[in-house]
């Protein structure tokens, strides 16, 4: 194998500013490394071949500065991005770091912040449009309770339906050319976050007024967390056609959420996760969400941004390899792979239901088959350590 494992923008990787900005800060320490200024970081990111950066309004111009001070540091922002040639992929609202934020932002019992929620995306979605961001990201990383007394989660999910169904509105009102996505987690920072997993929130899309222009934007590490598979999340969120954005990164089971370097944890799992996204068609970006860890210093951080890259290329090659190996062909063959793909009864008619009720089945014959999955499964196993 001799893949090459640099990225080139038509791989269309991206990373947050949050991401490679991260300063090691967490509940129990203060940052550890200095700040990297925008323009560095989006240099860094372009000489590691990346398509796209995404940004939090508050990661770009200064919450609360003048007008004047914001305009300037967008503009800088502009300029740097035409000097590296980096793409504007996605843009998000910051609604959790404020204190004002600390019940909620659309879900906040209290009208006025959640007036003011809305207010802070409509003038971030003006952005985004300017920067011609295709995806704009919500997490509702406030959006929950500790105590289930505080709220009437029935209220709370008609409130975030509401701004939602607003912001849609906006957007098509201004004609903006910019579809939305929703970002599930199950707790962390709240006791207990609405729209937990990819599952409630592909339920609650159905809800909304325009739904046709809002999908998900799944996260490894907060599936994960819940100790579901992230795979069958992305895998249904694309049979449904919402797999509009994903947040890669890795995670263990159980724990809080840890944003590792993607790969650098479950490699089963991406095999397959990078497999699926390769062989779908996904024609999004891959967007890092992840960081460096604490004990890392700034060169520590593009070794982390470089270890992304360099795992998911690593995967996509060897789900190639994988793919065109007969004896995987053969083992699938065997198993009934591609024979999930026919229908089993077709469309319902009388006549299809008189002639199943006709069919004579031998279910010991049928029960006595083996599928041959640990066959397959080990074939998975060699081609991952490199021993097929
Ligand atoms: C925050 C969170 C991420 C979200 C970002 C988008 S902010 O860092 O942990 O998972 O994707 O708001
Ligand atoms: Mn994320
Ligand atoms: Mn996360």
Same mark, same amino acid.
């Given at each position: ?35 990297? @200024?925008?323009? $560095? ?15 939090? $309004? ?5 919450? =609360? ?26 843009? #998000? ?45 919500? +997490? ?12 009437? #989660? ?20 201004? =004609? ?35 739904? @046709? ?23 249904? #969120? ?8 994903? $947040? ?14 993607? =790969? ?37 951080? +593009?070794?982390?941004?470089? =270890? ?41 008619? #009388? ?38």
């Amino acid at each position: 194998m001799s893949p090459e494992l640099t990225a080139r923008p038509e791989h269309k990787f991206s990373f947050g500013l949050w991401t490679v900005g991260n300063r090691g800060r967490d509940p129990f320490g203060e940052a550890v490394r200095p700040k990297i @200024e925008v323009a $560095d970081m989006l240099r860094g990111l372009a000489d590691l071949g990346v398509y796209g950066v995404s940004f939090h $309004d508050d990661d770009l111009m200064t919450f =609360g500065a003048p007008e004047s001070q914001r305009r300037a540091e967008l503009d800088a922002f502009k300029k740097t991005l035409d000097e590296t040639g980096l793409v504007c992929s996605m843009a #998000t609202t910051n609604l959790f770091y404020h204190p004002v934020f600390k019940d909620g932002a659309f879900t906040s019992n209290d009208p006025q912040v959640r007036r003011y929620a809305i207010q802070k995306s409509m003038r971030n979605i003006d952005v985004a449009a300017e920067l011609g961001a295709p995806i704009y990201v919500f +997490w509702g990383g406030r959006e929950g309770v500790e105590s289930a007394a505080a709220k009437d #989660t029935r209220d709370a999910l008609a409130r975030y339906a509401e701004a939602l169904d607003f912001l849609a509105g906006y957007v098509k009102d201004k =004609g903006y050319d910019i579809r939305f996505a929703l970002e599930p987690k199950p707790n962390e920072p709240r006791g207990d976050i609405f729209l937990p997993t990819v599952g409630h929130a592909l339920g609650f899309i159905s809800t909304l007024e325009h739904q @046709e222009m809002v999908g998900l934007n799944p996260e490894v590490a907060h599936e994960t967390m819940s100790g579901l598979s992230f795979y069958q999340g992305v895998a249904q #969120t694309l049979w449904q056609g919402k797999l509009f954005h994903i $947040d890669l990164n890795d995670q263990r089971i159980g724990r809080f959420d840890q944003d590792f370097r993607f =790969g650098s944890e479950g490699i089963k799992d991406h095999f397959f996760l990078v497999r699926l996204l390769e062989n779908s068609g996904y024609a999004g970006v891959k967007h890092f969400d992840a960081h460096a860890y604490r004990t890392e210093d700034v060169e520590g951080v +593009w070794d982390f941004a470089r =270890g992304c890259i360099r795992n998911y290329l690593a995967l996509a090659e060897k789900a190639r390899e994988f793919d065109s190996d007969p004896r995987v062909a053969a083992a699938m063959s065997y198993t009934g792979v591609p024979q999930l793909a026919e229908p089993s009864v077709g469309p319902y008619s #009388t006549e299809a239901a008189a002639g199943l009720m006709d069919e004579q089945f031998d279910v010991d014959s049928l029960a006595s088959r083996g599928f041959g999955i640990e066959k397959l499964d080990q074939l998975v196993v060699d081609h991952i350590l490199g021993i097929a």
